[in-house]
């Protein structure tokens, strides 16, 4: 443990207070590897208390009309709004992405979830129908779950935290959040914010600490009926297997191995400068990114060159550099982990075109000893390396040929993954032929990352199970009741 003086120090949010922890954990600052802040070191005990605030929050909050709820979420997205500026530099400096990022994608969409479920949740319809030979008419109704809980990842901290909190609170639950250990700070900033938008005491907890210690007495919990979770398959497993005894409900939003295709057709001057944000934004750091780049043979050459000279315009600096396109990986441990598939990648014979270990990085004396990486670019690689087939989440993508349609639809679709898929062409027809033979969640076509909040999200196969967004989210947070009516 560092040295406690000048740190940052968190403390859990229960039943409206914060409440300090009898044991911390020291979390980094990534563009400078030092220590900046302590984090709670949470276990049973504070999820007890957690449970039993949020118990006594949720008959007076599921009382509440939707109405009602959704003003105070309305006025929980404009305190955020308001805090931008503070949350963005302390999101930048948590977790090492941009300033410009963390300004322009990550805060702005915390607040767009607060409004967006805060309307979309006034708006949902329930189901009627009549057997008058019978006499009856039957519908359904929905009910808040209970106590949800939630446990997000580090890569999009609040935006991720906020688009469980917002749906899950908006349907009357009460909830206990818990941040990735690695990336607490702004969901400690959202607490002090709660009071004032009308969020009563217990509604919303947030624990803080690992996710063996304190995930793991949350997820096993009697009392919290069903978990969302968001990040890697192997603590999915661990999470489905710790709740099973209980039959909870569970959303498992987990990685992804994605592809774009791009046929002979595609306007490069679109899909390059797309191609190389889409493998390169958050440092790779977003499930969504793209890891294989598929190209028709006849153009590969032509994108191979052009893809290589944007990806070493794509600027890796300080984190509070708003220039800077990337800044530093999470973690000391994630940086050596996404470099040993370069290294992996070189042994296997592949060609690193540019990026790590061919290209120079220089940063300030003080950023020296942070995660920083330059993006790689890898080629003349095989569809069996671990680097084709494995999640690497960090900024590297590789680049392969292939010459049909029916070819690169059984090749992207070759990996244990399903979760996203770019596909570049101008031919319309082919467009949805192959968007809908992807084993993809999602398909962008010409563009990536255009979110589509109303419609569902998630992914197929080992990239998990269940779907987040207006109607999913709302019959996640909820149960359904059908009721028949005898006349
Ligand atoms: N599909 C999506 O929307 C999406 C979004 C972001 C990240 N991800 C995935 O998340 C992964 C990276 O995030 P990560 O490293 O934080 O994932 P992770 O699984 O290590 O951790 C995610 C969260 O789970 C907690 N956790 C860890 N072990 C736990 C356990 N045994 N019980 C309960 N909780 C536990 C962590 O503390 C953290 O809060 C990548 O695979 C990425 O693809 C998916
Ligand atoms: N759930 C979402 C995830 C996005 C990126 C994950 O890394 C979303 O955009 O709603």
């Known amino acids: 443990m560092a040295g406690t003086k000048a740190l940052l120090t968190l403390e859990n949010f229960i039943n409206g207070k914060f409440v300090p922890c009898n044991s911390y954990l020291d979390s980094y600052d990534p563009s400078t ?33 939707p109405q009602e709820r959704s003003q105070v979420l309305h006025r929980l997205a404009d305190l955020l709004e308001q805090s931008l500026e503070e949350l963005a530099q302390a999101e930048s400096r948590d977790q090492g992405k941009t300033i410009t990022l963390a300004r322009t994608m990550d805060i702005p969409r915390s607040v767009q979830n607060f409004r967006f479920f805060a309307s979309s949740m006034l708006h949902h319809t329930s189901e009627c129908t009549h057997m ?48 990735s250990e690695l990336t607490s700070v702004t969901a400690w900033m959202m607490c002090k914010l709660l009071e004032k938008a009308g969020v009563p005491p217990g509604v919303v907890n947030i624990v803080f600490g690992t996710g063996p210690r304190v995930g793991e007495a949350l997820v096993s919990h009697p009392e919290v009926p069903l978990i969302s979770f968001t990040g890697s398959q192997p603590t999915a497993e661990r999470i489905t297997q710790l709740s099973a005894p209980h039959c909870k409900k569970l959303s498992l939003e987990l990685g992804g191995k994605n592809p774009a295709i791009i046929f002979e057709d595609a306007n490069l001057e679109e899909c390059i400068p797309t191609t190389v944000r889409s493998s390169f934004a958050n440092q790779g750091e977003i499930c969504l990114c793209t890891s294989r780049i598929f190209v ?26 708003p220039s800077a396109s990337m800044g530093a990986l999470i973690s000391k441990a994630h940086l050596e982990k996404v470099r040993s598939y370069i290294k992996r990648a070189r042994s296997e014979g592949a060609q690193i075109l540019c990026g ?35 999640e690497i989440f960090g900024p590297v993508t590789c680049v392969v040929p292939f010459e049909s349609e029916e070819e690169v639809i059984q090749r992207a679709n070759s990996v244990k993954y399903g979760l996203a898929a770019t ?18 969640g999602l398909v962008w076509t010409n563009c990536w990352l255009i979110r589509e909040l109303n419609l569902p999200f998630g992914g197929m196969k080992s990239s998990g199970v269940g779907r987040e967004g207006a109607k999913d989210s709302y019959e996640f947070f909820t149960e359904v009741k059908t009721i028949t009516i005898k006349h």
């Open 33 to 65: 590897g030092e220590v900046y802040c302590r984090v709670p070191n949470s276990g049973k005990e504070e999820i007890e208390a957690a449970v039993e605030a949020a118990r006594a929050a949720f008959p007076g909050w599921s009382a509440r009309s």
């Open 132 to 179: 008058d030979h019978l006499g009856c008419l039957h519908y359904t109704v929905r009910a808040p779950v209970g106590i949800a809980g939630l446990i997000s990842p580090w890569n999009l901290p609040l935006y991720l935290l906020t688009w469980k909190v917002a749906p899950a609170i908006a349907t009357g639950n009460t909830v206990i959040a818990k941040p």
């Open 296 to 321: 028709q043979k006849s153009i590969y050459s032509e994108f191979l060159e052009k893809f290589v000279q944007a990806t070493r315009m794509w600027k890796v600096g300080v984190p509070s550099d």
């Open 356 to 390: 790590e270990g061919v290209d120079t990085l220089s940063l300030p004396p003080r950023n020296r000893a942070g995660y920083f990486m330059l993006p790689t670019v890898i080629a003349d690689i095989k569809d069996e390396s671990c680097c084709m087939k494995e």
């Open 423 to 440: 596909v570049w062409s101008n031919n319309v027809g082919r467009i949805h032929r192959v968007a809908k033979k992807l084993q993809s």
